[in-house]
Structures are given as structure tokens and as C-alpha cells.
């Protein structure tokens, strides 16, 4: 069992920067691949970006390539998104997931944290 908790959502004009931490707690925790994703009242969970287990390897939505950064640190369990030049489409709920491999696809993820809001004001 892996427990995930999302910290670091806020309120920010467009243009600026957050960074979202996810920490993981269990036995296995640093065994998986992370994903984040988010979501907006009325539409489905929207992939934003995953990483694997060692964090050799990052995919990324078009959406935000080269403005969000997905990395980790195993010895602290954490999983992180850099999210820089924010936009007024980026608000939504942030949720951080644990899986088997990396993918883009909310189902293949086994562990979902509560979500943190994210709100980037025009």
C-alpha cells in the first residue's frame, strides 16, 4: 500500500511559478513510476506528466511541455512539478498517482493522492 499526499497549490497570477510536492509513505513507495494529473469540475482527468521509478525517464502533455518539470527525490519520497509561465487554463485540481510504468492513461496507476487546487488568475 502507498499513501500520497499532495502539498504546494495555491492562488497565482498568470505568469508565475509554483511547485507542487507529493510525498509518498509505504514500503515500496520508491519503487514506482509517478504521475501527475489534473482535473476541472465537468471534464475527465487530464495526464500532465510522469516520471519513472529512477527518474531517467519524464513524459509530458503537449499542453505543457517546456513550462512544467516533473522530477523526484527517492531518499525523501517525493515527487515534484515545477510549473512555471502559468496560465489561466492550468487551474485545476493537481493529483499526484504511483504505477507500475509510466503512462498517460489514469488507469494504469494503482495509488491517487486528495489533490491540491491550483488557481492562476488573468
Known amino acids: 500500500q502507498v499513501q500520497l499526499v499532495e502539498s504546494g497549490g495555491g492562488l497565482v497570477q498568470a505568469g508565475g511559478s509554483l511547485r507542487l510536492s507529493c510525498a509518498a509513505s509505504?514500503?515500496?513507495?520508491?519503487?514506482?513510476?509517478m504521475g501527475w494529473f489534473r482535473q476541472v469540475p465537468g471534464k475527465e482527468r487530464e495526464f500532465v506528466a510522469a516520471i519513472s521509478w529512477a527518474g531517467g525517464y519524464t513524459v509530458y502533455a503537449d499542453s505543457v511541455k517546456g513550462r512544467l518539470t516533473i522530477s523526484r527525490d527517492n531518499a525523501k519520497s517525493t515527487v515534484y512539478l515545477q510549473m512555471n509561465s502559468l496560465k489561466p487554463e492550468d487551474t485545476a485540481v493537481y493529483y499526484c498517482a504511483a504505477g507500475p510504468l509510466v503512462a498517460s492513461i489514469s488507469r494504469e496507476y494503482e495509488y491517487w493522492g486528495q489533490g491540491t487546487q491550483v488557481t492562476v488568475s488573468s
Open positions: 509505504g514500503r515500496t513507495a520508491g519503487s514506482y513510476a
